[in-house]
C-alpha cells in the first residue's frame, strides 16, 4: 500500500519542460519587443533627416514654363465693313525659363533666365517679347545649413545608439532568463530526487512500525520531512514557472512556450 493513499498527502504539480534555443529565443525577442521596433523607426526617421540636411547643400534647379493660346477682343479705331470692331484670332503665348541655386562655403549663386512672348494689345500690332537674365550672389547666407547637418547627424547617431542600447539590454533579459530557468530545472530535479528519497524512507519507516521496530514518532518526522521536502519541490516548480513568464516578458510574446 501507497504511504501516500495512507496520509493524504496531495500530488505534486506537474512542470512541462520546454528545451530553450537561446539564439531563436533571441530573434523573436528582437522581432517582437516593441522598443527594438520604436527605435528601429527612429533610425529611419533620422536616417531621413540626414538625407534632408544633405540635400540642402546640393545645387537646386528649378524649370518654369507656361503655355496657352489668347487674343484682344477690342482693338481702338478699327472696324470692319458691317461697322464692327475687329475680333483677332487666337494666337500663342508662352514663358519659359530656369532658376538654378548653388550653395557653398556658407554662401549662394543664384542664376536665372526667362523668355517670354505675349499676344497683341490694345494700341499695339505686334506682342510683347523679353528675355532677362539675372545673378545674384549672396555672401554667408546659408550658415544654418551646417548646423542642420551636424544636428541631423547627432540625432541619427543618438536613435542608433538608443537602438543598440535596447538591443542589449534585450539581450542581457533573455541570456539571464535561459540561464534562471536551466539553474530551476536543475533545482527542481535534485527537489525531485529529494521527495523520492524522503517518500522511500517513510515508506520503510512504515513497514519497521508495522514490524515494531520503531515509535510512531519515527513515522510522523519522516512525514514532516516528506512534506518538507514537497514544499522545495512545489517552490522548484514555481521558479521554474517565473523563470519562463521573465523569458516571455523578454521575448514580448504572450504564451510564448505555450506550444513549445
Known amino acids: 500500500m501507497n504511504l501516500r493513499d495512507n496520509f493524504g498527502i496531495a500530488p505534486s504539480p506537474e512542470l512541462k519542460k520546454v528545451t530553450?534555443?537561446?539564439?531563436?529565443?533571441?530573434?523573436?525577442a528582437f522581432m517582437n519587443r516593441p522598443e527594438i521596433k520604436a527605435n528601429a523607426l527612429m533610425v529611419t526617421y533620422y536616417n531621413?533627416?540626414?538625407?534632408?540636411?544633405?540635400?540642402?547643400?546640393?545645387?537646386?534647379?528649378?524649370?518654369?514654363?507656361?503655355?496657352?493660346?489668347a487674343w484682344e477682343?477690342?482693338?481702338?479705331?478699327?472696324?470692319?465693313?458691317?461697322?464692327?470692331?475687329?475680333?483677332?484670332?487666337?494666337?500663342?503665348?508662352?514663358?519659359?525659363?530656369?532658376?538654378?541655386?548653388?550653395?557653398?562655403?556658407?554662401?549662394?549663386?543664384?542664376?536665372?533666365?526667362?523668355?517670354?512672348?505675349?499676344?497683341?494689345v490694345v494700341q499695339t500690332t505686334k506682342g510683347t517679347e523679353a528675355t532677362t537674365n539675372s545673378f545674384k550672389f549672396k555672401i554667408l547666407d546659408r550658415l544654418d545649413?551646417?548646423?542642420?547637418?551636424?544636428?541631423?547627424?547627432?540625432?541619427?547617431?543618438?536613435?542608433?545608439?538608443?537602438?543598440?542600447?535596447?538591443?542589449n539590454d534585450v539581450v542581457l533579459e533573455v541570456r539571464e532568463g535561459c540561464f534562471n530557468y536551466e539553474k530551476a530545472l536543475i533545482q527542481l530535479e535534485t527537489a525531485?530526487?529529494?521527495?523520492?528519497?524522503?517518500?522511500?524512507?517513510?515508506?520503510?519507516?512504515?513497514?519497521?512500525?508495522?514490524?515494531?521496530?520503531?515509535?510512531?514518532?519515527n513515522v510522523v518526522d519522516s512525514l514532516i520531512k516528506v512534506a518538507q521536502e514537497k514544499f522545495g519541490y512545489v517552490q522548484a516548480v514555481t521558479d521554474c514557472k517565473i523563470t519562463l513568464a521573465a523569458l516571455?516578458?523578454?521575448v514580448g510574446v504572450e504564451d510564448y512556450f505555450r506550444n513549445k
Request: cysteine-free; charged content about 30%.
Open 73 to 120: 477682343d477690342y482693338v481702338a479705331g478699327e472696324t470692319n465693313l458691317a461697322g464692327l470692331e475687329p475680333r483677332r484670332n487666337l494666337q500663342p503665348q508662352w514663358y519659359a525659363g530656369i532658376k538654378a541655386s548653388v550653395p557653398f562655403a556658407g554662401s549662394t549663386a543664384e542664376y536665372s533666365y526667362t523668355r517670354e512672348e505675349w499676344v497683341p
Open 192 to 217: 525531485e530526487n529529494k521527495v523520492k528519497y524522503q517518500e522511500t524512507d517513510a515508506e520503510l519507516m512504515r513497514m519497521k512500525r508495522g514490524m515494531d521496530e520503531i515509535q510512531d514518532s
Open 145 to 167: 545649413m551646417f548646423s542642420d547637418k551636424q544636428l541631423a547627424d547627432i540625432d541619427f547617431d543618438r536613435s542608433r545608439s538608443e537602438l543598440n542600447k535596447t538591443k
Open 248 to 250: 516571455e516578458k523578454a
Open 48 to 69: 531621413y533627416g540626414k538625407g534632408i540636411a544633405n540635400a540642402k547643400s546640393l545645387p537646386k534647379v528649378d524649370l518654369l514654363g507656361q503655355w496657352g493660346v
Open 20 to 28: 530553450l534555443d537561446f539564439g531563436k529565443t533571441l530573434q523573436d
